[in-house]
T-cell receptor, first 119, second 114 residues
Framework: AQKITQTQPGMFVQEKEAVTLDCTYD???????LFWYKQPSSGEMIFLIY????DEQNATEGRYSLNFQKARKSANLVISASQLGDSAMYFC?????WGYGGSQGNLIFGKGTKLSVKP | DTAVSQTPKYLVTQMGNDKSIKCEQN?????MYWYKQDSKKFLKIMFS???????INETVPNRFSPKSPDKAHLNLHINSLELGDSAVYFC?????????????FGPGTRLTVT
């Protein structure tokens, strides 16, 4: 079974509007972290935002916010006031476990959502 | 100023050859990773190194071998290259230990095997 599911292969949004990119995850761990990365057409991976499983408030970073619904195991990324430069692939990822050892440090990625911002 | 650097950025080679990709980080991190991104953009962990010790080795062919001369470097050696090895390879680094530790990615190396 997939650990990270991103159900939207591609999405379009009008410039200046808000958009939500979906991410659901599957883990039996109590301690885990959820990450969003942006990959523009130039190819680099850019960290956007993080949510820990024990964080009570949703994470926010500028125009990015993470809508964390623990019971539903979802961690959706919300981008407000979309800009043309937001056009990119967006990856949701999970780190299982809070300590270190074995595979706990690794990121498990979803398949990504390609966001296109229309002028 | 570059936090995580990789060389080369592009690598075109023929089947059967042996090649290496170098990775260096100047962030003082103690853990480094190699990820593979396939043609469908799917990213998957290959290896991670902590304090010069391999701590995880996913089910990758043993033609791939990571080598870490020190904790700032993690090079990827690939023997007997195959067509299916064509992909983008990303190096990343982070602190280890408990809690949140963002991984910083290098710019990627696009490997094309012909």
């Amino acid at each position: 079974a997939q650990k990270i599911t991103q159900t939207q292969p591609g999405m379009f949004v009008q410039e200046k509007e808000a958009v939500t990119l979906d991410c659901t995850y599957d883990t039996s761990d109590q301690s885990y972290g959820l990450f969003w990365y942006k990959q523009p057409s130039s190819g680099e991976m850019i960290f956007l935002i993080y949510q820990g499983s024990y964080d009570e408030q949703n994470a926010t970073e500028g125009r990015y916010s993470l809508n964390f619904q623990k019971a539903r195991k979802s961690a959706n990324l919300v981008i407000s006031a979309s800009q043309l430069g937001d056009s990119a692939m967006y990856f949701c990822a999970m780190r299982e476990g809070w300590g270190y050892g074995g595979s706990q440090g690794n990121l498990i990625f979803g398949k990504g959502t390609k966001l296109s911002v229309k002028p | 100023d570059t936090a995580v650097s990789q060389t080369p950025k592009y690598l075109v080679t023929q089947m059967g050859n042996d090649k290496s990709i170098k990775c260096e980080q100047n962030l003082g991190h103690d853990t480094m990773y190699w990820y593979k991104q396939d043609s469908k953009k799917f990213l998957k962990i290959m290896f991670s190194y902590n304090n010069k010790e391999l701590i995880i080795n996913e089910t990758v062919p043993n033609r791939f071998s990571p080598k870490s001369p020190d904790k700032a470097h993690l090079n990827l050696h690939i023997n007997s290259l195959e067509l299916g090895d064509s992909a983008v390879y990303f190096c990343a680094s982070s602190h280890s230990g408990t809690g949140f530790h963002e991984q910083y990615f290098g710019p990627g190396t696009r490997l094309t095997v012909t």
